[in-house]
Nanobody, 119 residues
Framework: QVHVVESGGGLVQPGGSLRLSCAASGTIFSINAMGWYRQAPGKQRDVVAT???????NYQDSVKGRFTISRDNAKNTVYLQMNSLKPEDTAVYYC?????????????WGQGTQVTVSS
């Protein structure tokens, strides 16, 4: 069984920073891509940033230059460093991980962590 758990959300003022973490645990043979998505109230879930096993990254245009995604393959963990936060970054942030386990490849989501940017 595989679990994916996010942490690090909270309330921050505009211009502030937060660091999200997402750890995968359980019977894991390999992890491919890892990514962060977000969903604001009344909107669809959108990709924020993704990173391959080898470290290639992609970002949503609105976060380029402000957010940085990274991963620690030894810890099965992905991070999202968010700087210069804006009110429009407010959303529930979800982690997505492509995991190869006992039943083959699967797409796993965390439970989400709330990020609120407000003064």
């Amino acid at each position: 069984q595989v679990h994916v758990v996010e942490s690090g959300g909270g309330l921050v003022q505009p211009g502030g920073s937060l660091r999200l973490s997402c750890a995968a645990s359980g019977t894991i043979f390999s992890i491919n891509a890892m990514g962060w998505y977000r969903q604001a109230p009344g909107k669809q879930r959108d990709v924020v940033a993704t990173i391959t096993r080898r470290g290639s990254t992609n970002y949503q245009d609105s976060v380029k230059g402000r957010f940085t995604i990274s991963r620690d393959n030894a810890k099965n963990t992905v991070y999202l460093q968010m700087n210069s936060l804006k009110p429009e970054d407010t959303a529930v942030y979800y982690c997505n991980v492509e995991i190869f386990g006992p039943t083959g490849w699967g797409d796993y989501w965390g439970q989400g962590t709330q990020v609120t940017v407000s003064s």
